[in-house]
């Protein structure tokens, strides 16, 4: 692996096929990211995670970025959780900012 270097190492990308998580797999992957850096307090509510399954099929890189942004949009706004309807704002803005991309790459 030295001998490869790092810039090739940082372009390659590793895949691995995980199963999709259910809505407890998603809430106790979100409980381990938080306490990882050290919160531990419960941030997402139980209706993120509900929501996180339902928008991303359980998809785990999905769910990571989905989650990520909304604990974003959630700091912008000050509030002290993220809750389902956190997810759905920025699940929806997401959507909208892709049919936009979509639509300019039409032209």
Do not use: K
């Amino acid at each position: 692996m030295a001998r490869l270097g790092t810039d090739l190492l940082q372009l390659s990308q590793l895949r691995i096929r995980l199963e999709p998580w259910n809505r407890e797999d998603i809430g106790q992957y979100l409980q381990t990211g938080l306490a990882q850096v050290g919160c531990h307090r419960r941030i997402f509510e139980e209706s993120a995670a509900e929501r996180l399954a339902e928008l991303t099929d359980g998809i785990p890189r999905w769910v990571s970025q989905l989650a990520e942004l909304a604990l974003l949009a959630a700091a912008s706004q000050q509030r002290p959780s993220v809750d389902g309807r956190i997810i759905e704002e920025v699940y929806q803005q997401l959507s909208a900012s892709f049919e936009e991309d979509l639509q300019a790459s039409r032209y």
